[in-house]
Structure formats: structure tokens, C-alpha cells
């Protein structure tokens, strides 16, 4: 079946280090990609999606471009904020009958002052 | 515009307990969906509603899960006999529609602590 893959974690970095978080999806189908985020104790917030190929998504200095030839939606900002820390969800979504998100493991990252 | 809400937001409950949670969705919402998570792991689909019908059940992770959504608005997911096993956070989601470009929102989630 479908599936996502991340990046292990945790990832811990010092503020205003440049992030990136590696996410790769099957290449089955078409979907759109989302990135969400998750901050302790707390549900899933949308950070930023695409919905096809070459579009870049971005949001709060965060950005992750939908890259079909590598079947790749990696996540980056260019300097990471003590606030930043939480756990980031890659997450496609195939549509179709179902049309719901699949979910990796995620990545928790930690940003040092 | 209030986003996904989910009561109870806490529940601890004896193991053999049945425990029920409730979603409201986004109010024009008619795709609603309810996923677990387990501490240190991503989200785990286990069901959805397009209106009020359940057009996929089959991951719900044992006959002791069920869901509704009665009138097509709010939604409930019961558990019985609970387990040990059964400890996470429960989250409920809601999007426009199926399409896969449409956002999916998700709620703050229901913890469930069983005893």
C-alpha cells in the first residue's frame, strides 16, 4: 500500500541553524502533500501543503516543494526558532475512495537558544 | 469560524469500561474522519464518513470500536469493554470534501488513559 517515510529523529538544533526534514511518499498515484505540525499535548496543525507537481508550499518561513521525479516533499526553514519545536507530520493524500492522509512516524525537532 | 472540537479532551476510565467521545466538525464540513495516535507515533487512520454515511470501517481496530454520525453533522466514537491497550490520543478531523487537495483539520484530540 501507500506509505510515507521521514527522516528519523529526534533532530535537536541551535536557533537560527537552517532545518530541513527529508520526506519521500510511494510514487502510486498522484497525491497532494501536507506537512503538519504538533506541538506537545496538542492536536495537528496544517503547515503548509501542495497539491501538484513544482508547487511550492509555504508558511511561517517554513517552505517544501512537491517534487515528482524524486517523489520527495522535504521540509526547510533557514533559521529555527526555540518555538519551532515540535514533531512535523509528512503526509500524503492519495484521494480516491478514501482520501485520507497517510502518516509516518514524524520527526521531532528541538531548537537550542 | 470555530475549527474541529472534540469532548472529552481528557478520559480515564477502569479497563472493561465502555468510553464514548464526540466531534463537531467544521460546520460546511461533510468529510469527517477519526484517527488514533499512540505516544511516539504518527496518526493511524481507522475511519471515515462522507455526510452521514461510514464509507470505511475496516480499520477500526477491533469489533469493540464504532462510530456515527447520525445526522451527518457531529459524530461519536465508542469504545466498549475497554483495554489497556486502548490508551491513546483520539483525533477527529473534517474537510470540505474527498478531494485529495482539500485540507484535512484536525481537532485537539481526546486522550484516553485506561486503568
Known amino acids: 500500500g501507500n506509505s510515507v517515510t521521514q527522516m528519523e529523529g529526534p533532530v535537536t538544533l541551535s536557533e537560527e541553524a537552517f532545518l530541513t526534514i527529508n520526506c519521500t511518499y510511494t510514487?502510486?498515484?498522484?497525491?497532494?502533500l501536507f506537512w503538519y505540525v504538533q506541538y506537545p499535548g496538542e492536536g495537528l496543525q496544517l503547515l503548509l501543503k501542495?497539491?501538484?507537481?513544482?508547487d511550492k508550499g509555504s508558511n511561517k518561513g517554513f517552505e517544501a516543494t512537491y517534487r515528482k521525479e524524486t517523489t520527495s516533499f522535504h521540509l526547510e526553514k533557514g533559521s529555527v526558532q526555540v518555538s519551532d519545536s515540535a514533531v512535523y507530520f509528512c503526509?500524503?493524500?492519495?484521494?480516491?475512495?478514501?482520501?485520507?492522509?497517510?502518516f509516518g512516524k514524524g520527526t521531532k525537532l528541538s531548537v537550542k537558544p | 469560524d470555530t475549527g474541529v472540537s472534540q469532548d472529552p479532551r481528557h478520559k480515564i476510565t477502569k479497563r472493561g469500561q465502555n468510553v464514548t467521545f464526540r466531534c463537531d466538525p467544521i460546520?460546511?464540513?461533510?468529510?469527517l474522519y477519526w484517527y488514533r495516535q499512540t505516544l511516539g507515533q504518527g496518526p493511524e487512520f481507522l475511519t471515515y464518513?462522507?455526510?452521514?454515511?461510514?464509507?470505511?470501517k475496516s480499520r477500526l481496530l477491533s469489533n469493540r470500536f464504532s462510530a456515527e454520525r447520525p445526522k451527518g453533522s457531529f459524530s461519536t466514537l465508542e469504545i466498549q469493554r475497554t483495554e489497556q491497550g486502548d490508551s491513546a490520543m483520539y483525533l477527529c478531523a473534517s474537510s470540505l470534501t474527498g478531494v485529495a487537495g482539500n485540507t484535512i483539520y484536525f481537532g485537539e484530540g481526546s486522550w484516553l488513559t485506561v486503568v
Open positions: 510514487a502510486t498515484g498522484y497525491p497532494s
Open positions: 501542495a497539491t501538484k507537481a513544482d
Open positions: 460546520s460546511e464540513h461533510n468529510r
Open positions: 464518513f462522507q455526510n452521514e454515511a461510514q464509507l470505511e
Open positions: 503526509a500524503p493524500n492519495y484521494g480516491g475512495s478514501q482520501g485520507n492522509l497517510i
